[in-house]
């Protein structure tokens, strides 16, 4: 399995970014794929996770009502939707995924497939 995220870059307080991570290597649709952060210092924390089959959406509080999970499963492609960022979402963010669903989906050890990650940094 392979992930590969891309989309990360500088973006002002209040603006909007979209990361992209593409899936390849999978072999069933019965796996979780999402969104784990890094920042500075800081331990990784989840971020947002989609279950492919399905389409359950799981989100951190520290996200919710202004990040939207989404996928295009003819791109085999997840998508995460960031609006009215702030400084405190400057993290690396990497892409994750797992088979099949765990209902710890918010622990990073969870997830064995890792992709590179990509920088958002959120600044005026």
């Known amino acids: 399995v392979q992930l590969q995220a891309s989309g990360g870059g500088l973006v002002q307080p209040g603006y909007s970014l979209r990361l992209s991570c593409v899936v390849s290597g999978r072999t069933s649709n019965d796996f979780t794929v999402g969104w784990f952060r890094q920042a500075p210092e800081k331990e990784r924390e989840f971020v947002s996770v989609?279950?492919?089959?399905?389409?359950?959406?799981y989100y951190a509080d520290s996200v919710k009502g202004r990040f939207t999970i989404s996928k295009d499963s003819a791109k085999s492609t997840v998508y995460l939707q960031m609006n009215s960022v702030k400084p405190e979402d400057t993290a690396v963010y990497y892409c994750?995924?797992?088979?099949?669903?765990?209902?710890?989906?918010?622990?990073?050890?969870?997830?064995?497939?890792w992709g590179q990650g990509t920088l958002v940094t959120v600044s005026s």
């Open positions: 989609i279950k492919w089959s399905g389409g359950t959406r």
């Open positions: 994750v995924a797992r088979w099949p669903h765990t209902v710890r989906y918010y622990r990073a050890n969870e997830y064995p497939h």
